[in-house]
């Protein structure tokens, strides 16, 4: 059976993940973490459609890493990087599905001596083959068709464009990396023609959208689209899982969810 610590345990997707680790026989929750200033530390947080199950909420990762072998953390950029830095240090593995960690701070996680962790901007499976689908398109299509994409989330997000959206644009940049790529996030007045090397990347907002991303090849005569739609967050609560579960078995090494799901 798998240990496994929550961070971020009332979130939407840590919530999520507390509900499908509950009905895995193959999952142990071992704690359930928040931030030191959320309102229900030290209260029992109850899993939904688990009767008589629930969790105390907790505030202190450094008094829980012992007993666990993987931490998921859906938190925000500062205490993830904080969490990998203490994780690296006991030998634990981490899933890492926190958006909008700064690129400097990646690169220092990715150097971190022993370090062991699967990160992704999305762990979604779908999203996952998406991106897949994308960078092949890409690499085929070349520079005769636009690239663009478009993302919708909902009201309450704070970061834009998604996580998601920049993971889109880095496999299409990929295909062609000498290519002087024209980044582009919104376009309004008389701005000419469009650019042979723009990627325009926008972000829509709005109700309770879970997450939805297209992104769009317009060449000569045709178009092709590629559309992934989110309609519950249990899809990155599963794939979070899925993570857990194979980075367990791994070495030191940071990891991402195509390597998980076998497409690279």
């Given at each position: ?44 947080i ?37 969490a ?57 299509l070349?520079?005769?068709?636009d ?6 989330h909902?009201?309450l ?15 299409i940049?990929g ?53 992934h ?17 194979w ?18």
């Amino acid at each position: 059976m798998i240990r496994i610590i929550v961070a971020g345990a009332c979130g939407r997707v840590g919530a999520a993940v507390l509900r499908l680790a509950a009905a895995d026989p193959d999952v142990n929750v071992t704690h359930a973490l928040e931030a030191k200033a959320h309102p229900l530390i030290g209260t029992r947080i109850d899993v939904p459609g688990q009767k008589g199950l629930g969790y105390l909420l907790e505030d202190n990762l450094g008094a829980s890493v012992d007993d666990c072998d993987v931490i998921i953390d859906f938190t925000e950029a500062k205490a993830t990087v904080a969490a990998f830095g203490l994780a690296a240090s006991k030998n634990k593995a981490m899933v890492i599905g926190t958006t909008a960690i700064p690129p400097d701070s990646l690169d220092a996680m990715r150097k971190t001596p022993g370090a062991r962790a699967v990160i992704s901007p999305n762990m979604s499976i779908g999203v996952n083959l998406l991106f897949s689908l994308t960078e092949k398109a890409a690499a085929v299509l070349g520079k005769e068709y636009d690239a663009e994409i478009v993302e919708m989330h909902h009201r309450l997000k704070k970061d834009a464009p998604s996580g998601t959206a920049l993971k889109l644009r880095e496999m299409i940049k990929g295909t062609e990396p000498g290519r002087p790529w024209v980044d582009v996030t919104g376009r309004q007045g008389m701005v000419g023609e469009r650019k042979p090397d723009e990627i325009g990347l926008f972000a829509l907002r709005g109700g309770d959208i879970v997450g939805e991303h297209t992104v769009f090849f317009a060449g000569p005569g045709e178009r092709l689209e590629i559309t992934h739609r989110a309609y519950s967050r249990e899809n990155f609560a599963r794939g979070a899982l899925v993570a857990a579960r194979w980075i367990v078995g791994k070495g030191p090494g940071i990891y991402d969810m195509a390597e998980v799901l076998g497409l690279k």
